[in-house]
């Protein structure tokens, strides 16, 4: 069984930055992606970014600000996010690709 917990999630001004780490804990293969999904209020999950062997992958919103990278054993990944907007603001959940997900971590950007 595979087991992720976030951390990292916070209250941030316009323009600041944050940090989310996931850690996997059970069986990972670096064959799987990681990444991070978002979902704000009343909104339908999205993509965030992904890494895997094959590369990294970001939505179009968030490409230039935010970087996703993965160690540890292919068992952390981290999603570093700058030049935080508004619109950022959401539940951010870590994902394994073999069917796992955290239980999220809650973003906000607000002055």
């Known amino acids: 069984q595979v087991q992720l917990v976030e951390s990292g999630g916070g209250t941030v001004q316009p323009g600041g930055s944050l940090r989310l780490s996931c850690v996997a804990s059970?069986?990972?293969?670096?064959?799987?992606?990681m990444g991070w999904y978002r979902q704000a209020p009343g909104k339908v999950r999205e993509l965030v970014a992904t890494?895997?062997?094959?590369?990294?992958l970001y939505a179009d919103s968030v490409k230039g600000r935010f970087t996703i990278s993965r160690d540890n054993g292919e068992k952390t990944v981290h999603l570093q996010m700058r030049s935080l907007r508004p619109e950022d603001t959401a539940v951010y959940y870590c994902h394994y690709a073999a069917g796992y997900w955290g239980q999220g971590t809650q973003v906000t950007v607000s002055s």
């Open positions: 890494v895997s062997s094959g590369g990294t």
């Open positions: 059970g069986s990972i293969s670096s064959i799987y992606a």
